[in-house]
């Protein structure tokens, strides 16, 4: 059974940085790219970074492209975001998802198994 775990929510003023990490078990986790959705009250989930699965292919929303930054460790089986600078807007619960492909992707339909999120609350 594949399972997602993630971690290093928080809360935080504007301006600073958290890592957020998701321990993934139950399949291969180097054939498999990843990627990382945020949802804020009321709004829908949306696409925040994806990963491929060795890590040199990576992708961003245009909110957060600058700011945000996306890693794996294979020998881990972990993948981050890093995120810097931080704004009240990024408030949300933060989503980390294994793609049914190699390749990262910006849709959603390509991801079969999501973590339960990690809340990342930005202070003004």
């Known amino acids: 059974q594949v399972q997602l775990v993630e971690s290093g929510g928080g809360l935080v003023q504007a301006g600073g940085s958290l890592r957020l990490s998701c321990l993934a078990s139950g399949r291969t986790f180097s054939s498999h790219g990843m990627g990382w959705y945020r949802q804020a009250p009321g709004n829908d989930r949306e696409f925040v970074a994806a990963i491929n699965w060795s890590g040199d292919s990576t992708a961003y929303a245009d909110s957060v492209k600058g700011r945000f930054t996306i890693s794996r460790d294979n020998a881990k089986n972990t993948v981050y975001l890093q995120m810097n600078s931080l704004k009240p807007e990024d408030t949300a619960v933060y989503y980390c998802?294994?793609?049914?492909?190699?390749?990262?992707?910006?849709?959603?339909?390509?991801?079969?198994?999501w973590g339960q999120g990690t809340q990342v609350t930005v202070s003004s």
């Open positions: 998802a294994t793609s049914r492909y190699d390749s990262g992707s910006y849709r959603t339909r390509d991801y079969d198994y």
